[in-house]
Nanobody
Framework: QVQLVESGGGLVQAGGSLSLSCVAS????????MGWWRQAPGQRREMVAV???????DYADSVKGRFTISNGNDKNTKYLQMNSMKPEDTAVYYC??????????????WGQGTLVTVSS
């Protein structure tokens, strides 16, 4: 169906910036929702920034004004630019893609995750 490959992540100091990228391959024409989620140790996975099926960009309140999700040259690539980072942004960040087609049904695919650590 769809495969996701993430890159970026790493260690950054508080106040710094980091960028993540996610490239989708396979039956990408089925994707109608794609974005970024994160999971901190001992916490539930939460939405960070996504582009919905209507094309709207949604952000978690905790990252509004600091993080920006954008498209690459084609809609199969999503970037997450993270600025003014805080220690509480430390988490494993996952790319997520969802979609549906009459032929193949629905899918909900996750990338392998990339660790982002913000030091204080």
């Amino acid at each position: 169906q769809v495969q996701l490959v993430e890159s970026g992540g790493g260690l950054v100091q508080a106040g710094g910036s980091l960028s993540l990228s996610c490239v989708a391959s396979g039956m990408t024409w089925m994707i109608n929702y794609m974005g970024w989620w994160r999971q901190a140790p001992g916490q539930r996975r939460e939405m960070v920034a996504v582009q919905t099926s209507t094309g709207r960009f949604d952000y978690a309140d905790s990252v509004k004004g600091r993080f920006t999700i954008s498209n690459g040259n084609d809609k199969n690539t999503k970037y997450l630019q993270m600025n003014s980072m805080k220690p509480e942004d430390t988490a494993v960040y996952y790319c997520n893609a969802r979609g549906y087609s009459d032929s193949f049904g629905s899918f909900d695919v996750w990338g392998q995750g990339t660790l982002v650590t913000v030091s204080s």
